[in-house]
């Protein structure tokens, strides 16, 4: 099987959305990594909420992150699978937190237009078709000196990151995807990676996408090597 794509990939998710939540809680730090990354925008906690873009949101645990990191911040979160969608809408969530589908690739198209003061992507941007055209899909709704953080399984260079990778997905992932039904996601989980970016790779993607200051920077435990944060703004001066 080869990774999965489209709106064979958004179906991926429909099926899985009522399980998620219990996937990704049996992750060991899943929840903790995201907190982390969004707490790597820098986002200030207090004062006039920053508009916030949360993209390829799934069933809100991301927008929880970005939250965590800064109460304040109105959230948008974007997503092209109704069925993930509809579960993070159902969260109880505070005011200025709204959630829209779109795809990644044409998001002013699809009226999500900020401008925005800070972007929050995890375990997306290895799911789309052409990274590149979502990245400049991506700048065009950022304001000039936005901030991103991309959260994304990126390996490092070492065999050892591949061996792991796989170790991982073929001891636990996959069984517990095939358990609940979902087979499919979870072989494209584990292929997906493995056909993406490494982290150098990626960092060198998003400073050819236009932004700048990309900063990789590693998450602790089991996925130190397996999972970066990257780190960056867009071109021009924040307001
Ligand atoms: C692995 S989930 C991550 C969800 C959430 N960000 C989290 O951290 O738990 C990836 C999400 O990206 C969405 N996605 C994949 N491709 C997309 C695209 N081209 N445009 C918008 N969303 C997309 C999927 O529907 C899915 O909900």
Request: net charge positive.
């Amino acid at each position: 099987m080869s990774v999965l794509r489209h709106d064979a990939l958004s179906a991926a998710f429909d099926h899985a959305a009522t399980r998620y939540d219990l996937m990704v809680a049996a992750s060991p730090g899943y929840h903790g990594h995201l907190r982390r990354s969004a707490r790597r925008l820098g986002l200030p906690d207090e004062g006039r909420g920053a508009h916030v873009l949360d993209l390829g949101c799934g069933t809100g645990a991301s927008t929880a992150a970005v939250l965590a990191a800064a109460r304040r911040a109105r959230v948008t979160g974007v997503d092209a699978s109704p069925g993930m969608l509809e579960r993070a809408a159902a969260k109880d969530w505070p005011p200025g937190v709204d959630f829209t589908r779109a795809c990644a690739d044409r998001l002013a198209d699809a009226g999500v237009h900020g401008p925005f003061d800070a972007v929050f992507a995890a375990y997306l941007l290895r799911n789309v078709p052409d990274p590149d055209r979502t990245l400049a899909s991506v700048r065009e709704v950022m304001a000039p000196g936005a901030r991103i953080a991309v959260h994304e399984y990126t390996l490092g260079g070492r065999r050892v990151d591949r061996a792991l990778w796989t170790a991982v997905c073929k001891s636990v992932i996959m069984p517990l995807g095939r358990v609940g039904g979902d087979a499919g996601l979870y072989e494209h989980l584990w292929r997906s990676v493995l056909d993406f970016d490494t982290a150098g790779a990626f960092a060198a993607r998003m400073r050819r996408a236009g932004f700048v200051d990309v900063r990789v920077l590693p998450l602790p435990g089991w996925q130190w090597g397996i999972t970066h944060t990257f780190v960056a703004r867009a071109p021009g001066a924040a307001a």
